[in-house]
């Protein structure tokens, strides 16, 4: 059916007024032509170079934004507001309470009626001087306009003013909720198809006042957290004293163990799936009722949480999306409440002859056994786990990431007949090479095609000087 855009049925042609008419709601609206190779003829125009002109470098000039599709299909979405709405619902999604499972429900009710006698001590001026100093410069500021720079500047004329405001929210255990508020920017991810919502990057500018009460925190909670050994010390991601070079170095002593004992050892990586925005918020709230946490940090950190949103700022128009599930974009404590929920997974009592860590939310498992059998029966036991961990806390796999490595001994185990992994009915890909954290492992464990691209790289910087 015609729609009624392109105006009534001409037999000759349309003249050129009407064709500008038709570019100007185009270029307007950010629209984007997507003409089937099969279907009618669009426009009946002679002038019809300069219109396609037109329309293709519009298209050219900006991401295809607007040809986001519900539920990722390829569904033409005209109305520009409501494209950005589902991208903000794919990346964003929303937290069901009806649809818990008996497990979480009591994890909320704890953390709804959680009650300490103890409670923490007040923000010093010392602690907010150097919560300030820690802020990167120059950096783009949150809805309110106020920079770091200006906040550098109040807080050196007068210190009491933040002194007081933090304390205060300390105190009453509020957030207050214009810092809960986020400026959301979308970037395209290159290589990606600009039709699916999960090719978009998005970014979250905060308010710098809410960000220094943010990483208030962040101190007393990392100080509470080592008072009380909370994190495992496989965690290497966003931790004082870990790296990825620590990461890479216990999983080199994790493979060499087996190679040693003379055993197969296979190696499995698993990315959780839009982690920081997607993780359970009870999750963390929880954590934090397990070393006892002070009665005021908890009350100010479970306010944090309510009632979050985010603004996508559209001309003069602003439209406003609720933010009820993962940490804050962009947020100083979102790395320290991630680990928090990963420590669980650490934890997870797992086969003999099996070893976990992570690095934020990428983990990687090293499996040994004495034969296939015994280590595809120890997979599918890990995995079980893994995958009930990430149904408790609201979580998945992103199967397209999953990859295993097979390192063998002795001829026991090889790239022929590796062991077999799935995951939701989905098989696991064995590959010769895994690229963890910047190091390439080859399943010889000689770092070949790492050493050759690193050389390849060398001698590109040398040749350009």
Known sequence: MRHE???????????????????????????????????????????????????????NKKTNSSSIGENQQWTVHKDYRKTIQTIVQALFPTDDSTQEAHVQRKKRETVNTYSSTILDKQFTKQEITYAISTMEKKKAPGIDGISIEIIKELHDMNPDILHYTYNKCLELGIFPETWKKGKLIIFNKPGKNPSLPNAYRPICLLSVLGKILDKLLVFRITNLLHKN??????????????????????????????????????????????????????????????????????????????????????DEEVWNFDNQRGVPQGSCSGSLFWNLV????????????????????????????????????????????????????????????????????????????????????????????????????????????????????????????
């Open 229 to 314: 050994s909370r994190l495992h010390k496989q965690q290497h991601g966003f931790r004082n004293g870990r790296s990825c070079e620590t990461a890479n170095f216990r999983l080199w002593q994790a493979i060499n163990i087996a190679l040693q004992e003379r055993v197969p050892v296979t190696l499995l990586s698993l990315d959780v799936q839009g982690a920081f925005d997607t993780v359970w918020r009870t999750s963390i709230l929880f954590q934090l009722t397990q070393p006892n946490c002070p009665q005021n940090i908890f009350n100010l950190v479970r306010n944090y949480f309510t009632n979050r949103s985010i603004h996508y700022f559209q």
């Open 342 to 465: 990963m420590d669980i997974a650490l934890h997870l009592l797992l086969p003999q002859g099996s070893h976990i860590q992570a690095y934020a939310y990428d983990i990687i498992v090293v499996i040994r056994g004495k034969d296939k059998e015994e280590i595809e029966t120890k997979e599918d036991a890990i995995l079980e786990k893994l995958l009930a961990w990430g149904a408790e806390h609201k979580l998945s796999f992103n199967i397209q990431k999953n990859i295993s490595n097979a390192y063998y001994s002795w001829g026991r185990l090889n790239l022929r007949n590796p062991p077999i992994i799935s995951i939701n009915n989905h098989t696991i890909q064995v590959l010769n090479n895994i690229k963890y954290l910047g190091v390439t492992w080859n399943s010889c464990l000689t770092f070949t095609k790492h050493f050759k691209a690193l050389r390849e790289k060398a001698d590109s910087l040398s040749y350009k000087l």
């Open 5 to 59: 855009i392109w105006g009534p049925e001409l037999h000759n042609h349309r003249i050129s007024d009407q064709a500008a008419t038709l570019v100007s709601f185009i270029l307007k609206y950010d629209l984007i032509i997507w003409n089937d190779k099969d279907s009618e003829q669009t426009f009946e125009t002679l002038q019809i170079t300069h219109l396609i002109f037109r329309t293709k470098f519009r298209q």
